[in-house]
């Protein structure tokens, strides 16, 4: 199954690719998986399990289809592979121990991989030229 989802995910990544900017993308990315991550917490806040685990499925698959793009061979781009593979692999073990989690630690831990995978999201839309979801909620607030 791991396999139907990276080539799940590679194959959207490279669909999306063809139409804007490779970091555009990635921005987007990062942005449906916070969708989920949040539609997984509030899932389990209202007591709805099929509906958590359909959003922790799909914040996988990002994750999964993230990871699966990266370029480990390339000389110049191993050490931030490597380094983001670290990464898609802790969130992702971090996002099903929130699943697996009962209530409030559920709450907490889905709360902390939205704060990692904002940190992130933010990074890459920096350098994206995309703006921030963090400066937009400030000038609301």
Do not use: C, W
Not at 91 to 108: G, V, W, Y
Not at 118 to 138: D, N, Q, W
Request: overall charge positive; cysteine-free; glycine content about 4%.
């Amino acid at each position: 199954m791991s396999q139907n989802v990276h080539q799940i995910g590679a194959q959207a990544y490279a669909a999306a690719r063809r139409t804007q900017p490779p970091l555009r993308v990635v921005v987007e990315l990062y942005d449906a998986m916070l969708a989920a991550v949040a539609r997984a917490k509030q899932a389990k806040l209202e007591g709805l399990p099929e509906n958590e685990f359909s959003a922790v499925q799909r914040a996988t698959q990002i994750l999964l289809g993230l990871d699966g793009v990266l370029d480990h061979d390339a000389p110049r781009a191993r050490t931030l592979a490597d380094n983001l593979h670290v990464y898609y692999k802790t969130t992702l073990t971090q996002l099903h121990r929130a699943r697996a989690a009962k209530s409030p630690d559920a709450e907490i831990r889905y709360a902390s991989v939205q704060r990692q995978v904002l940190t992130m999201r933010e990074a890459f839309a920096s350098v994206a030229g995309v703006p921030s979801l963090v400066h937009k909620a400030e000038k609301t607030a």
